[in-house]
């Protein structure tokens, strides 16, 4: 069964400018959830989505965004970039149909390395 | 409001021996969910173990067990033989209804094998 697929896998972008990111989970998981990885704030939950639906969402400005397609693959959108959006974003995919079922763990992708200059 | 306190920034093992990484965490839920995973250096971040709050036993899958002490609220990680690839940063997070379940985790702890 393939993983969860993360593109691209590098992006430089000058500030001011607006990125997608896109996630492909696995087959069969419907819960997606993104993650922003920094040397300074460590790993901070951005959202999460179920069924097309934002489920959960962390504490970033609207600048963040995401969304969810039918065949649950996820984009996450940040506009008007900013030096400090530069980050590792982690995606991870779930079969846990319900927020509080936490026995099914989540699996990572590899991530996007995001460079604002 | 959740937290989760990894105390060892770095940690060295030698080849074959047991680490302990420490997880101290702090909730005023009594559902939770402890959880670790490993990052090597490639960045994806991979599951290891899980336990849940009413769990009574600890939880174990293969080298890897969670020395969970609810009272004090730590969930260690144990590793036993340690093995070259072991070597990674690894990250205790806890997930409770108080937080809607969003994820919380801990700024990680660096384990370096040697051999």
């Known amino acids: 069964k393939a993983g969860v697929t993360q593109t691209p896998r590098y992006l430089i972008k000058t500030r001011g400018q607006q990125v997608t990111l896109s996630c492909s989970p696995i087959?069969?998981?419907?819960?997606v959830s993104w993650y922003q990885q920094t040397p300074g704030q460590g790993l901070q939950f951005l959202f999460e989505y179920f069924s097309e639906t934002q489920r959960n969402k962390g504490n970033f400005p609207g600048r963040f965004s995401g969304r969810q397609f039918s065949n649950s693959r996820s984009e996450m959108n940040v506009s008007t970039l900013e030096l400090g959006d530069s980050a590792l974003y982690l995606c991870?995919?779930?079969?846990?149909?319900?927020?509080?079922?936490?026995?099914?763990?989540?699996?990572f992708g590899p991530g996007t390395r995001l460079t604002v200059l | 409001a959740q937290k989760i306190t990894q105390t060892q920034p770095g940690m060295f093992v030698q080849e074959k021996e047991a680490v302990t990484l420490d997880c101290t965490y702090d909730t005023s839920d009594q559902s939770y969910g402890l959880f670790w995973y490993k990052q090597p250096s490639s960045g994806e971040m991979i599951f290891l173990i899980y336990?849940?709050?009413?769990?009574?036993q600890n939880a174990t899958e293969g080298r890897y067990s969670l020395n969970f002490q609810k009272a004090r609220k730590s969930a260690n990680l144990v590793i036993s033989a340690s093995q070259l690839g072991d070597s990674a940063m690894y990250f205790c997070?806890?997930?409770?209804?108080?937080?809607?379940?969003?994820?919380?985790f801990g700024r990680g702890t660096s384990l370096i094998v040697h051999p």
């Open positions: 336990q849940g709050s009413y769990d009574e």
């Open positions: 991870a995919s779930s079969l846990a149909r319900l927020a509080g079922d936490l026995r099914h763990e989540q699996f």
């Open positions: 997070a806890m997930r409770g209804s108080g937080g809607s379940y969003i994820p919380t």
């Open positions: 087959s069969g998981h419907r819960s």
